[in-house]
């Protein structure tokens, strides 16, 4: 198992809800101590996205923070892992990418997280776990009490993502998340340090 960046706070971009450039957003969150960057513009070509990789790479590999792609195999062989969508196969990702890549996927229920973490995903994402403006309507949602016990089966794999808020991050990490993920609320914040900033002092009393 390849273990989680840390903190283990998971920036997902949207450079559609952003509410400046992209790559000024995630420099903002870098500066702010955020580690952990996942690529997720599937509906740009493949030449644009290698080149939006290629940059966002260049602003973290000064602060050692980790960057993955969402679905886009090709692209994560140049960059630290890969993250699947549901149903995606952790293992033919590992055969692709090598031992040291950082395999995830996307997960909705405790069979799909079960089913992640056999075929040798490193982590999960499990949502929704509130409503969220990034998905209207995204369902359904799950309960904290049911999130746990599956974030409990897979101790230091399971990432909460969904509507996720500061004020939720202590009691998530209380019942057996390892981290958590945020896209939305950092992308279309006026300041993304100061969101950064506060999810990961969230984050630091849940894991105290």
Do not use: N
Not at 72 to 78: H, R, V
Not at 178 to 192: E, I, T
């Amino acid at each position: 198992m390849t273990g989680l960046p840390s903190p283990p706070l998971l920036l997902i971009t949207d450079r559609r809800q952003a509410a400046r450039p992209l790559a000024g957003v995630v420099a903002d969150a870098l500066v702010a101590g955020c580690r952990w960057v996942s690529l997720r513009e599937k509906d740009l070509s493949a030449t644009e996205r290698f080149a939006l990789l290629h940059r966002l790479r260049a602003l973290a590999r000064p602060v050692g923070a980790v960057v993955t792609v969402h679905a886009d195999p090709d692209a994560a062989a140049e960059a630290d892992g890969l993250h699947l969508a549901a149903g995606g196969d952790p293992a033919a990702a590992r055969r692709r990418l090598g031992p040291s890549a950082l395999i995830g996927a996307s997960c909705h229920s405790g069979d799909e997280v079960d089913a992640a973490v056999a075929a040798g995903a490193d982590y999960v994402t499990l949502g929704p776990l509130a409503p969220t403006a990034s998905k209207p309507g995204y369902e359904p949602i799950l309960s904290l009490a049911e999130a746990g016990v599956v974030a409990r089966r897979h101790p230091g794999r399971v990432i909460a993502l969904g509507g996720v808020e500061p004020g939720l991050v202590p009691g998530l990490m209380a019942v057996g998340f390892a981290g958590v993920a945020v896209m939305g609320g950092v992308m279309r914040a006026g300041d993304p340090t100061v969101a950064i900033r506060a999810h990961l002092a969230a984050l630091r009393g849940g894991l105290a």
